[in-house]
C-alpha cells in the first residue's frame, strides 16, 4: 500500500527502487465525501491526484486512463532506462535519424523555445554532461568523486543544444552527435499539464494532480479554492497559495539530489555554461498557467542566481516566483508576495523584488 501523500518530495527508501511501476491505484472518499483520489509511482515519485465534482464512476475510468498514460510517458521519456528517448540519444549519437513520437516531439520543441528564451540556463540537450555527473540514477546521493575537469572541457567545447535538433514528417535527427536529450527538467511538468487534459476528457474540470509536491490544479473558486504550500528550506513550509483558476506550482530544489565529495555537495543541476553544479540558490518556486513553464523555469532561475533570476523571469512572463538562497534569505516578486498566506506563528524575513 502507498503511504499517505508525502509532503516535498520525500519518498521512503523502500519506494524509491520500484521506479516505473504504478504502485496502486484506489478510490476513497476519507476526507470529503464528494472527493476521489488516486495514487501512482512514476517518474521516481508519488503522484497524488484528487477530483472533485465527479461521480465515482467517472473517476475511476479516468484514473484507469491515467494510469495507462502515466506508464506510456514514463517509458517514452526516461533519460536511461530503456525506451523511445534512448533509443532517439542512441540515434543521435550515431548520427542517424529516427522516428519521434508525438510527446518527444512536443518536448523537443518546447524544450528549443525554451532554451532561446532562458539564455540557454535550460538546456534539454545537456544529457552527457549530467550523466558525466552520475546523476543519472534514482538512488541520491551520489558518492563519487568530481568528473575530471578534461571530460567537462571536451562536452563544453561540443556545446549540445536542443537548436542542432531537426525534426521532419515524424522523425528527428541531431547534427550535433553530442547532444542526447534529458528531459529531467521539463517532462514532469508536461505529465501533469497532460493528466489536467486527459482528467477533462473525461468531463473533470475540478481537479489537483500533485507530483511529488509539484502540482497544478484546476476548478477551484474563491469560496473553494485548492490550497497549497509554498515550500522553504529542508523540509519546511513557508506558507501557502490560493488556487482559483488553472495554476501550476513547481519547485526546483538542491538539497535533495547531489553528489557528495570529500565533504562537498554538488548538486543535480548544472549550469550549461560551465558544465558544473549549480551554487547560490538553495530553491526556487515558479507559479504559472503551465506546468511544463513552471517546471522549467523553477529549474532556470536556479541557474540564473541571484544576479539574473528577475530578468529571466521577466523573458519567461512569469510574475509570481519565490527564492531562496544558500543562506536561507528569501526573495519574492511583489505578486507572490500578494498572494502568500504565511504559516502561522511564521514571520520569515522577505525581500520583495519589482
Ligand atoms: P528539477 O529537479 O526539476 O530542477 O530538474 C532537474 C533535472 O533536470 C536534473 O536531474 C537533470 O536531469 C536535468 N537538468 C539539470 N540541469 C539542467 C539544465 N541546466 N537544463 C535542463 N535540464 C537540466
Ligand atoms: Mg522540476
Redesign the pocket.
Known sequence: MPGRLLQNGHMPKLMTGIFALLLAFQLSSCRAPEEHRAEYFVFGTLVEVIVRESDEQDAARAFNDLQQRFQAMHRDWH?WEPGALTRINRAFSQGRPATVPAGIETLIRR?QEL?ILTGG????A??AM?ELWG??RSEFPVHAPVPAAQAIQLLLDAAPSAADIVIDDGMVYSANPAVQL?????A??YAVDLALEILADHGIENALVNAGG?LKASGGSPERPWTVGIRGLAGSVIGGVEITATEAV????VD??FLEHNGERYP?????STGLP?TGVASVTVIAREALLA??A???L??AGRDSWVEVARALGLKDILLIDDRGEIYLTAAMNERLILAPGSKPELNIVN
Open positions: 533519460a524544450s532554451e540556463r535550460f538546456n534539454a545537456l544529457g549530467i546523476f543519472h534529458d528531459f529531467g527538467a521539463i514532469k511538468g509539484d513547481f519547485t526546483s530544489g535533495q539530489r543535480h543541476i548544472l549550469d550549461p549549480v517546471d522549467v523553477a529549474t532556470a536556479i541557474v
